[in-house]
């Protein structure tokens, strides 16, 4: 059984601070691992897509690192403000059949 | 650009009745993927297709679940009958192709949320 995992569950800062979450997935059979913020009502909107150990990915104020070695990956927001409040998920996708597996997600809350 | 289009948002109807979800992928897309997001096991993958095939279906709960895609723009996932425990929001999401290092994410639709009485 595939088990991709999510830390914290839910994280409170205020506007202005810099905050990171966890992703832990299995680190045999890697093919990709995707990062998505999901918003209240709407749908998932991909944030980076990661393939390679060691990459780094950036947009914005938000970062991604990679470590398929030892299976996680973390996100980074600076300077968080209140429109990235939002559930922030990654997905793991194995080789042998490009499986998507979601973690639970981190769900972030700024306060202004 | 249009996204992924789903309709219905909302769906009601009493427990037996046959549900039909339906998707139309972004045009060019050769992956299609259909996923259930419910408060207890969060976004899970029901099916995907490739290139109109079904490439994967271990993740439909039960034979009362069916997807089929009969062409590259559109894709239905139907529920018969359906129970309570149906209940949840329906995601489609397609996506361009992968292999030989080329990935790309998944564009979502808005869902539907379907609720059995």
């Known amino acids: 059984i595939l088990n991709v995992e999510q830390s914290p569950q839910s994280l409170h800062v205020q506007e202005g601070d810099s905050t990171n979450f966890t992703c832990s997935f299995p680190s045999s059979n890697f093919y990709a691992l995707h990062w998505y913020r999901w918003e209240t009502a709407k749908s998932p909107e991909a944030l980076f897509v990661m393939t390679l150990n060691g990459d780094e990915k950036k947009k914005g104020r938000i970062s991604a690192t990679l470590n398929t070695k030892e299976g996680y990956s973390y996100l980074y927001i600076k300077g968080s403000q209140p429109e990235d409040s939002a559930t922030y998920l990654c997905a793991f996708m194995s080789t042998g059949g490009f499986k998507t597996i979601f973690g639970a997600g981190t769900r972030l809350f700024v306060k202004a | 650009d249009a996204g992924v289009i789903q309709s219905p948002r909302h769906e009601v109807t009493e427990m037996g009745q046959e549900v039909t979800l339906r998707c139309k992928p972004i045009s060019g897309h050769d992956y299609l993927f259909w996923y259930r997001q419910t408060m207890m096991r969060g976004l899970e993958l029901l099916i995907y297709f490739n290139n109109n095939v079904p490439i994967d279906d271990s993740g439909m709960p039960e034979d009362r679940f069916s997807a089929k895609m009969p062409n590259a723009s559109f894709s239905t996932l139907k529920i018969q009958p359906s129970e309570p425990r149906d209940s949840a929001v329906y995601f489609c999401?397609?996506?361009?192709?992968w292999g030989a290092g080329y990935n790309q994410p998944q564009h979502f639709g808005d869902g539907t949320r379907l609720s059995i009485l």
């Open positions: 999401a397609s996506s361009l192709g």
